[in-house]
């Protein structure tokens, strides 16, 4: 985790609604030396006034944790705000004739990047071809990452630069190996001062959003070595969100040396279900096979032994059933080895865990896994016509991301958005859990908005953090808002409560169509990282 001095000062707020477990009636709050040190009621806020260096009037606005999005792609983030973005496009047509506008408008690129194509959300379902990309590029290199980032469309100036062996010319989305050595093409000719400034764009865009902490997912197949320190060594200087790094390769000592948390993150047990390679017990509704199996369970309890032994924690990229089925069989089989105490005490993570059985989601809770998941996929993804109905068929659609079924089991869960795959956005993905589209997957805003918060601290082993009491490091949030409510942990979007005698903090009200909070400021450590213009 990047580190940071804390700031000599000591900050009053106050007239606010403070989001705290410590007192639900809280208006004010007391930061010092880059912790809280008190949080309160207004009356007795009075006697903080005279030895504060800074006294901020919320003037009725929320005080919140800052969020933690546990599972980003920093660099690729910053290349998507900076770069092309497909997401909203409409049709194959409108994606080529951005594409087109796009390289016109950057005749000095080494290379054309761009993001967020999803050709299940086109009329005709197609992707584009090779020789239209060559057409509306005029020839130069591009890269163009599917929505899921585990498969690409590119141009034949881009393929002349991958060795003629790592690659085919079959005109297709590469996967797998192919799409790696593409990527990795694409990636060097990027220099390091874009990829600096990519880093500092996402960084300030995921402060402006009211997060305080990113769990940098890196590794071999995704970025590289230099990137993923140049990273850690930009968050260090303290002027932006937290990064906590993760390296997703088998070499324990390798990630202990990049300063690394972890060898985990993207450390692919298979691919994803919009690119047909996520690996699933039985074949796709859309296409006569299984998917692809990149680890077994043996190697899956290789690499979670060695990672307990090096005192670091392991993890896995796993979505389909039988990923999934395979890294908890591996997992166990560590435990076996090295004790369940053990593997427990490390908080080993699995990352999507989208395809989840009861049988697996007990393992998760026996084994003290933590999911670390991604709402928004469901509100992409989900429902009777979505990517995962016609991956999969409407049944096996219908059970994916359980998370009701994980909390119940105590599974602890922390939230993210495999931005670029899709946006920072927290308040969204706290509403896409609390309002999924499956309704018996569906969790409270309050314990959506805890996964989002607190839980990217306990799945990096910090209990003492993500929440607004005494001793907590001054990681918080300042939000314009309407009604604070309260809901019950049992209701999940049934009833409501403004009643102030619940004694449990509220939250706003994220029902569809309600406006999200906006952001307007950012502190992590207690320094301020960002201010919106005007407040």
């Known amino acids: 985790m990047s580190e940071r001095t804390d700031p000599p000062r000591t900050t009053l707020l106050r007239r606010g609604e403070v989001h705290s477990p410590a007192d639900p009636f809280a208006t004010a709050m007391v930061v010092e030396h880059g912790h809280i040190a008190w949080v309160g009621t207004e009356g007795a806020a009075d006697a903080f006034t005279d030895s504060a260096d800074e006294v901020i009037d919320l003037d009725g606005a929320l005080v919140t944790p800052a969020f933690t999005d546990a599972h980003v792609h920093t660099t690729a983030t910053g290349l998507a705000l900076t770069g092309l973005d497909l997401s909203t496009t409409p049709s194959l047509d409108a994606a080529l004739v951005r594409v087109r506008e796009f390289a016109a408008a950057r005749p000095h690129d080494r290379v054309l990047l ?38 690409a469309v590119v141009t034949t100036a881009l393929l002349d630069l991958v060795p003629a062996a790592a690659v085919t010319r079959a005109d297709a989305p590469l996967t797998g190996d192919a799409h790696h050595a593409v990527r990795a093409a694409a990636l060097a000719a990027v220099t390091p001062a874009q990829r600096t400034e990519a880093q500092r764009a996402a960084l300030a865009h995921a402060a402006s959003l009211g997060i305080g902490t990113v769990h940098e997912c890196g590794g071999p197949e995704i970025s590289s070595e230099d990137d993923f320190t140049g990273l850690l060594r930009l968050a260090a200087e303290g002027n932006g969100p937290r990064v906590v790094g993760y390296w997703a390769e088998q070499d324990v000592a390798k990630a202990r040396d990049l300063g690394a948390v972890g060898a985990a993150g993207d450390l692919f047990a298979d691919g994803a279900l919009g690119s047909h390679t996520a690996c699933l017990h039985e074949p796709y509704a859309d296409a006569g096979h299984t998917g692809t199996a990149h680890l077994d369970a043996a190697a899956v309890a290789a690499h979670v032994v060695a990672c307990t032994e090096a005192g670091l924690q392991a993890g896995f990229h796993a979505i389909g059933d039988a990923a999934v089925t395979a890294v908890v069989d591996g997992i166990r089989a560590a435990a076996e080895k090295v004790g369940l105490g053990r593997i427990r005490a490390a908080r080993h993570r699995v990352e999507h865990a989208e395809m989840l059985t009861p049988e697996t989601v007990a393992a998760f809770a026996e084994l003290g896994l933590t999911a670390s998941v991604q709402p928004v996929f469901d509100a992409l993804w989900g429902g009777e016509d979505g990517m995962y109905a016609q991956r999969l068929g409407p049944e096996r659609a219908r059970t994916l991301n359980p998370f009701a079924a994980l909390l119940r089991a105590g599974v602890p869960l922390a939230f993210g958005s495999d931005s670029p795959v899709t946006p920072l956005d927290p308040w969204g993905t706290v509403r896409a859990a609390a309002f999924h589209r499956t309704p018996e997957h569906r969790v409270s805003v309050r314990a959506a908005f805890t996964a989002h918060t607190r839980g990217g601290w306990r799945a990096v082993g910090r209990d003492d953090a993500g929440v607004l009491v005494p001793g907590a490091p001054a990681d918080y949030a300042l939000w314009r808002t309407g009604e604070l409510v309260v809901q019950a942990p049992d209701d999940r979007v049934a009833r409501w409560s403004t009643d102030p005698r619940s004694g449990t903090p509220g939250l706003p009200d994220l029902a569809p169509g309600r406006d999200l909070p906006v952001c307007l400021r950012t ?8 201010v919106r213009p005007g407040e």
Do not use: M, N
């Open 114 to 151: 761009g993001h967020g194509w999803d050709a299940a959300r086109w009329p005709g379902g197609r992707p584009p071809t090779r020789a239209e990309l060559d057409e509306a590029t005029g020839g130069r290199p591009l890269y163009l990452s599917r929505i899921d980032v585990h498969s």
């Open 523 to 530: 502190v992590v450590g207690g320094r301020t990282v960002f």
